[in-house]
C-alpha cells in the first residue's frame, strides 16, 4: 500500500506562482510513475505532468512550458512547480503513482484557485 499526501494548494492571482508537494509512505515496489491530475468542476479528471522513477518526464500541452514535475526520491516525494498560473488553471490536483500491476493510488487533492 502506498499513501499519498499533498500539501501547496491555495489562492493566487493570475501570473502567479505555487508550488505542490506529494509525499508517498508505505511500500514503494513497483512503482514506475508519478504524476499529477487535477479535476475542475464539471469537467473529467486529467493528466498534467508525469515523472518515470528513471526520470523521464512529460507534460499536457496546456502547461508545457510552465509547469515543471521532480521528484526527489530519497524522501519519496513528488513536486509541481507551476508558474504563470491562468483561470483556467483552477482545480484540484491529485497527485498519483502508478505500479507495474496498473494499481493506482490517489492523494486527497489539493485545492488550486488560480483568480483573474
Known amino acids: 500500500q502506498v499513501q499519498l499526501v499533498e500539501s501547496g494548494g491555495g489562492l493566487v492571482q493570475t501570473g502567479g506562482s505555487l508550488r505542490l508537494s506529494c509525499a508517498a509512505s508505505?511500500?514503494?515496489?513497483?512503482?514506475?510513475?508519478m504524476g499529477w491530475y487535477r479535476q475542475a468542476p464539471g469537467k473529467q479528471r486529467e493528466v498534467v505532468a508525469t515523472?518515470?522513477?528513471?526520470?523521464?518526464?512529460n507534460y499536457a500541452d496546456s502547461v508545457r512550458g510552465r509547469f515543471t514535475i521532480s521528484r526527489d526520491n530519497a524522501k519519496n516525494t513528488v513536486f509541481l512547480q507551476m508558474n504563470s498560473l491562468k483561470p483556467d488553471d483552477t482545480a484540484v490536483y491529485y497527485c498519483?503513482?502508478?505500479?507495474?500491476?496498473?494499481?493506482?493510488?490517489w492523494g486527497q487533492g489539493t485545492q488550486v484557485t488560480v483568480s483573474s
Open positions: 508505505g511500500s514503494m515496489f513497483a512503482i514506475y510513475i
Open positions: 498519483n503513482f502508478r505500479n507495474y500491476y496498473h494499481r493506482d493510488y
Open positions: 515523472i518515470t522513477t528513471s526520470g523521464t518526464t
